[in-house]
T-cell receptor, first 115, second 109 residues
Framework: GAVVSQHPSRVICKSGTSVKIECRSLDFQATTMFWYRQFPKQSLMLMATSNEGSKATYEQGVEKDKFLINHASLTLSTLTVTSAHPEDSSFYIC???????????FGSGTQLSVL | KQEVTQIPAALSVPEGENLVLNCSFTDSAIYNLQWFRQDPGKGLTSLLLIQSSQREQTSGRLNASLDKSSGRSTLYIAASQPGDSATYLCAVKDNDMRFGAGTRLTVKP
């Protein structure tokens, strides 16, 4: 089956630093990738929709200048948390599918802890 | 804006019981609905995908139904096992993917 690889799985950083998270579709081309975050005991929340070759579409309340998304190829999207603060500590997950009506495959997630 | 609701928020059952998890959504114009399982601190595992034109999907002890017109889906788990303990999420796909808050299932030995 389709595989989505997300890296790193866990990162601890100091407040003020930037963290990049990679999401790769290993055996298919994904024109669209989605980024979610999940705070403890809360549901997954869509942050942004990433389209290859164009600017990402951000959900209301998500700062595009803070959460930089780059979808430079059909197999790679990156999320950069810029100037991270403790309140950005969360579980970040990416997902991708081949086509709009196909199954969505998820990365294994990245647990970000900002000290 | 699509809203997805899951009931109950938590469920505890003894091993061997059959159980039903519910998911409702407000906008019936969806491409598909997907059920996921999430273990603590981990990513998601896709369980079943139901296209908008389908009524149900089955995989092993799992059966998911979809009534698009009423905005409802159910996940039926037969003969539950302790290993089924996890949070179950439903998600609907229109132009985006929207998740419910999940049902935290505990199956007691």
């Amino acid at each position: 089956g389709a595989v989505v690889s997300q890296h790193p799985s866990r990162v601890i950083c100091k407040s003020g630093t930037s963290v990049k998270i990679e999401c790769r579709s290993l055996d298919f081309q994904a024109t669209t990738m989605f980024w979610y975050r999940q705070f403890p005991k809360q549901s997954l929340m869509l942050m942004a929709t990433s389209n290859e070759g164009s600017k990402a579409t951000y959900e209301q309340g998500v700062e595009k200048d803070k959460f930089l998304i780059n979808h430079a190829s059909l197999t790679l999207s990156t999320l950069t948390v810029t100037s991270a603060h403790p309140e950005d500590s969360s579980f970040y997950i990416c997902s991708a599918n081949r086509a709009t009506n196909e199954k969505l495959f998820f990365g294994s997630g990245t647990q970000l802890s900002v000290l | 804006k699509q809203e997805v609701t899951q009931i109950p928020a938590a469920l505890s059952v003894p091993e061997g019981e059959n159980l039903v998890l519910n998911c409702s959504f407000t906008d019936s114009a969806i491409y598909n609905l997907q059920w996921f399982r999430q273990d603590p601190g981990k990513g998601l595992t896709s369980l079943l995908l139901i296209q908008s034109s389908q009524r149900e999907q089955t995989s092993g002890r799992l059966n998911a139904s979809l009534d698009k017109s009423s905005g409802r889906s159910t996940l039926y788990i037969a003969a539950s096992q302790p290993g089924d303990s996890a949070t179950y999420l439903c998600a609907v796909k229109d132009n985006d993917m929207r998740f419910g808050a999940g049902t935290r299932l505990t199956v007691k030995p």
